[in-house]
């Protein structure tokens, strides 16, 4: 047994804890206890959006969400901007591997663009999609949850992947940038199902992420203008002209 517990305590996933500096979990941790079935997270760069996200769907897999129930097994989507971005040293791929024990979780991959993890346990699944797809690669299946990574402005995949868990009442995460705004995400907080919220956003900036220590911060303010700083510590919209920057 005390084998296993050190192996484990390897893994993110067996050990994860909300990244937020405050006592009571903050912002990532209202995340995962709400139950609506669409989630939104906006935030700067480095604020743990992704990997909050990320531990939220390894729940979803397992059927270990400590405040969501969830049959198993399930089929799920991971969209990204790029299948570049699965590959790269320190990309999504490497960073799941040390995020999810290879004990419990199978890792597939091939030449061809296949990424995929299987949980051995519970035979649920989910499969790597890039937003560069074609539209038809979005289709003709029912899914049950989603994840979609970074900001996209491609409508007809964002109504695809609807459609995709609307047969099953599945559950969708978005992560994005807090630049600019978007009605779809106005339209999305402001519907409701059977008089509840289908939608809510959560917006972390980089004073979010606990692990970011402060000889980091304080040198990634020293390269930074006050509109960078803006943009890449603090996740707000700054208005030049007619631009948000």
């Not at 089929?75 to 490497?94: A, L, T």
Request: contains cysteine.
């Amino acid at each position: 047994i005390k084998r296993i517990i050190k192996s484990r305590s390897k893994y993110l996933y067996y050990n994860y804890k909300s990244a937020s500096p405050q006592p009571d979990g903050g912002v990532q941790l209202q995340f995962h206890e709400s139950t609506v079935r669409f989630k939104i997270l906006m935030g700067s760069p480095r604020s743990s959006k992704t990997v909050t996200a990320e531990q939220e769907i390894c729940w979803y897999m397992t059927g270990e969400h400590p405040y969501i129930k969830m049959k198993t097994p399930n089929y799920g989507w991971y969209i990204v901007p790029s299948f570049n971005k699965v590959r790269e040293s320190g990309g999504y791929w490497q960073r799941l591997r040390k995020h999810l024990p290879p004990e419990r979780f199978r890792f597939i991959s091939s030449s061809n663009n296949l990424f995929k993890v299987i949980d051995r346990a519970t035979k649920s699944e989910f499969t790597f999609k890039s937003i560069e797809n074609k539209l038809e690669d979005f289709g003709g299946v029912a899914i049950d949850w989603f994840l979609f990574d970074e900001r996209s402005h491609r409508p007809e995949v964002r109504e695809q992947l609807r459609m995709r868990v609307a047969t099953t009442r599945g559950r969708g995460i978005y992560t994005m940038d807090r630049f600019e705004s978007d009605d779809w995400v106005t339209e999305l907080t402001n519907t409701k199902l059977d008089g509840e919220p289908l939608a809510k956003v959560w917006k972390l900036d980089a004073r979010d992420n606990k692990y970011i220590d402060e000889e980091e911060r304080r040198q990634l303010m020293a390269e930074m203008d006050e509109i960078a700083q803006s943009r890449h510590i603090y996740g707000i919209a700054v208005e030049v002209g007619k631009r948000y920057l």
